[in-house]
């Protein structure tokens, strides 16, 4: 059974970046797409980016010239950094598996929640 | 970007009931929807996968439909453990978005 664990800090302050880590358990990393996708508090979802095991990646317009997302094969881990953030950034984050060609995300983490605060 | 929208975003049902719940796209997305449930402080689960097929292990009682722009949910008798918040998904293209929720609790 496939699982993903999200890692890093609760709080971050305004201005620097935010960075996590999904760590991939009971299967490879290779032929999947890996996807960053959060939530405000009582929000809906937003898709963040993902990218593949080869390393492509496709990202948010929303939120492109801040997010850079990486992948660490040798690890099972991806990984997202997204850079100057503000209290709008406060979300739950999750990691997900993304199916090749139909990108239908089928496995979660449990998500993390990251506050923006000084 | 496609825009989804949801309705209703939130209604109230008694257990047994039949739950009907409307996803729609701003344009085409052939059949690529996917609808997830999501319980309060938990990830979202994947229900049903382009628009008709179910995920593995997700109870009969749960079917979708729908094609282009239009996509329904239902749940043929409501249980107990169904309350919670469910939510559509294109995969036709990227930026990949999902719908408002529509919440269901109950009456």
């Known amino acids: 059974q496939v699982q993903l664990q999200e890692s890093g800090p609760g709080l971050v302050k305004p201005s620097e970046t935010l960075s996590l880590t999904c760590t991939v358990s009971?299967?490879?990393?290779?032929?999947?797409?890996w996807n960053w996708i959060r939530q405000p508090p009582g929000k809906a979802l937003e898709w963040i980016g993902f990218?593949?095991?080869?390393?492509?990646?496709n990202y948010n317009p929303s939120l492109k010239s801040r997010v850079t997302i990486s992948v660490d094969t040798s690890k099972n881990q991806f990984s997202l950094k997204l850079s100057s953030v503000t209290a709008a950034d406060t979300a739950v984050y999750f990691c997900?598996?993304?199916?090749?060609?139909?990108?239908?995300?089928?496995?979660w983490g449990q998500g993390t929640l990251v506050t923006v605060s000084s | 970007d496609i825009q989804m929208t949801q309705s209703p975003s939130s209604l109230s049902a008694s257990v047994g009931d039949r739950v009907t719940i409307t996803c729609r796209a701003s344009?085409?997305?052939?059949?690529?929807l996917n609808w997830y449930q999501q319980k309060p402080g938990k990830a979202p689960k994947l229900l049903i996968y382009?628009?008709?097929s179910s995920q593995s292990g997700v109870p009969s009682r749960f079917s979708g439909s729908g094609s282009g722009t239009d996509f329904t949910l239902t749940i043929s008798s409501l249980q107990p453990e169904d309350f919670a918040t469910y939510y559509c998904?294109?995969?036709?293209?990227?930026?990949?978005?999902f719908g408002p929720g529509t919440k269901v609790d109950i009456k």
């Open positions: 382009a628009a008709s």
């Open positions: 344009q085409s997305i052939s059949r690529y």
């Open positions: 009971g299967g490879f990393i290779s032929s999947f797409y």
């Open positions: 998904q294109e995969s036709y293209s990227t930026p990949l978005t």
């Open positions: 990218i593949s095991y080869s390393g492509s990646t």
């Open positions: 997900a598996r993304g199916t090749p060609t139909t990108m239908i995300t089928d496995y």
